[in-house]
């Protein structure tokens, strides 16, 4: 959506250097894969951040955040839809990495596909067979570098709702709207214990963090500083790893010339808290069955009006 900027300003040459710098790898599965959409959409997209650290093996990680981006026809709005970490699956066999399949939180599907390009796979497949949606692409976001990003920004409006302690830094954040670096917001956005609804607090969070970007962005000197925009385009690149299902990324990038952040909304799916044994599960509602059927279609609208329960203000 950032890059859409430069595509509506006809900058051919900062998308190309753009284009240049990510990276792309085949991260669908040939079962989560969708034939060649018509270009007006409805499009899905499946957009995955891994708890990468520094010194983590690649086969160590896990999928911090699941997003689905699901863009109505007419490409001009978008919806963040979260995919609880936590969500009881049955994830199909990996014979590359030698994981025979079995029931397991939906963000494991990304360790036992080995993480990285192998992992994403998987746990394209994993969706697929919950959701029976099939994807027109996916990034896999490295988190850390949207520091970077949000700092070249110059920062980000976030609004705290719930007071809360990092557990990663200690640092409070106190309820009321305030400014926050990279860093900061990135802490703020991952934390989910000790808030009243825990890891569902934590995906709206993380969905009112992309808005925040959007916003900073559109409200920013981008569209007249083309330096500027060559620096938050390479970084963003840097951050992500791409699969364009075969489009041309200049093609993506025209076509989403026209998303506006005030036009995003975020989605929770139908789900609830469980325990099984000992241990914290997260399993789907009735519900979700009516979700996964509106995003194959132009329905969605229609689903968030008639469950205003499970959409999140952005």
């Given at each position: 959506m950032l890059i859409a900027?430069?595509?509506?300003?006809?900058?051919?040459?900062?998308?190309?250097?753009?284009?240049?710098?990510?990276?792309?790898?085949?991260?669908?599965?040939?079962?989560?894969r969708r034939?060649?959409?018509?270009?007006?959409?409805?499009?899905?997209?499946?957009?995955?951040?891994?708890?990468?650290?520094?010194?983590?093996?690649?086969?160590?990680?896990?999928a911090d955040t699941i997003l689905i981006a699901h863009i109505p026809a007419g490409l001009n709005r978008a919806y963040l839809i979260s995919v609880p970490r936590d969500l009881l699956v049955e994830i199909p066999p990996s014979p590359a990495n030698a994981y025979p399949g079995?029931?397991?939180?939906?963000?494991?599907?990304?360790?036992?596909?080995?993480?990285?390009?192998?992992?994403?796979?998987?746990?394209?497949?994993?969706?697929?067979?919950v959701t029976g949606l099939r994807f027109d692409g996916a990034a896999l976001i490295d988190f850390s570098?949207?520091?970077k990003v949000i700092d070249l920004l110059g920062g980000v409006k976030m609004c705290v709702d719930t007071p809360v302690r990092s557990i990663h830094t200690n640092t409070q954040f106190n309820p009321g709207c305030q400014d926050m670096n990279g860093a900061t917001a990135l802490d703020y956005a991952r934390q989910r214990?000790?808030?009243?609804?825990?890891?569902?607090?934590?995906?709206?969070?993380?969905?009112?963090?992309?808005?925040?970007?959007?916003?900073?962005?559109?409200?920013?000197?981008?569209?007249?500083?083309?330096?500027?925009?060559?620096?938050?385009?390479?970084?963003?690149?840097?951050?992500?790893?791409?699969?364009?299902?075969?489009?041309?990324?200049?093609?993506?990038l025209f076509d989403l010339r026209g998303l506006r952040p005030e036009a995003m909304k975020g989605i929770q799916i139908p789900s609830r808290s469980e325990m099984i044994g000992d241990t914290s599960y997260v399993v789907l509602d009735d519900s979700a069955t009516g979700l996964f059927q509106s995003l194959h279609g132009p329905d969605l609208d229609a689903w968030a009006q008639a469950n205003p329960k499970w959409v999140n203000k952005l």
């Amino acid at each position: 959506m950032l890059i859409a900027v430069a595509a509506g300003l006809g900058l051919r040459g900062v998308t190309q250097r753009y284009d240049n710098s990510v990276a792309k790898e085949l991260l669908l599965d040939p079962a989560a894969r969708r034939d060649r959409a018509a270009s007006n959409g409805p499009l899905n997209y499946l957009l995955v951040g891994s708890d990468r650290r520094a010194a983590t093996e690649q086969s160590d990680q896990r999928a911090d955040t699941i997003l689905i981006a699901h863009i109505p026809a007419g490409l001009n709005r978008a919806y963040l839809i979260s995919v609880p970490r936590d969500l009881l699956v049955e994830i199909p066999p990996s014979p590359a990495n030698a994981y025979p399949g079995g029931s397991d939180k939906i963000n494991s599907a990304f360790h036992y596909g080995g993480g990285g390009q192998p992992g994403a796979r998987l746990l394209s497949a994993t969706l697929t067979q919950v959701t029976g949606l099939r994807f027109d692409g996916a990034a896999l976001i490295d988190f850390s570098g949207f520091r970077k990003v949000i700092d070249l920004l110059g920062g980000v409006k976030m609004c705290v709702d719930t007071p809360v302690r990092s557990i990663h830094t200690n640092t409070q954040f106190n309820p009321g709207c305030q400014d926050m670096n990279g860093a900061t917001a990135l802490d703020y956005a991952r934390q989910r214990y000790d808030l009243p609804a825990g890891d569902f607090d934590r995906q709206r969070h993380q969905q009112q963090l992309l808005r925040a970007i959007m916003d900073k962005a559109s409200a920013s000197d981008l569209r007249t500083n083309p330096l500027k925009l060559d620096q938050v385009i390479r970084a963003v690149g840097a951050s992500l790893t791409v699969d364009t299902n075969g489009k041309p990324t200049q093609d993506i990038l025209f076509d989403l010339r026209g998303l506006r952040p005030e036009a995003m909304k975020g989605i929770q799916i139908p789900s609830r808290s469980e325990m099984i044994g000992d241990t914290s599960y997260v399993v789907l509602d009735d519900s979700a069955t009516g979700l996964f059927q509106s995003l194959h279609g132009p329905d969605l609208d229609a689903w968030a009006q008639a469950n205003p329960k499970w959409v999140n203000k952005l």
